[in-house]
């Protein structure tokens, strides 16, 4: 079992965090309007490495668990949200 997981949880576009890390997962709750969250490598401007289509559900929440196969930010974590409540990012 791994323990060293952290989390980040933003309300609106920002740092997950600051250095390389691996995405574990991803846990959103959804607003009323279909949205998105998008994983960045490399801040606000930094490449896409993960896009999570949101629906329309103001009570709407999912985990995405990509502990199986995580996806790797080179330099930091940035989430892009649009739409959405909050995110809560599960990393290592």
């Known amino acids: 079992m791994q323990s ?3 989390t980040t ?3 609106g576009s920002g740092a997950v965090f600051g250095g390389p890390a691996r ?4 846990y959103y709750v959804a607003s009323g309007t279909a949205g ?3 994983i960045k490598d490399g801040g606000a401007s930094g490449t896409a490495v993960i896009t999570v289509a949101t629906p329309a559900s103001a009570t709407a929440t999912s ?3 990509l502990s ?3 996806i790797r930010c080179e330099t930091s ?3 892009t949200i649009a739409n959405v ?4 990012v599960l990393y290592a």
Request: glycine letters at 8%; proline letters at 4%.
């Open 9 to 11: 949880t933003v309300t």
């Open 23 to 26: 995405i574990m997962g991803i």
């Open 36 to 38: 998105s969250v998008v």
């Open 63 to 65: 985990y995405v668990d």
């Open 4 to 6: 060293d997981g952290k």
């Open 68 to 70: 199986a196969a995580p």
């Open 85 to 88: 409540t909050s995110v809560t």
């Open 77 to 79: 974590a940035y989430a």
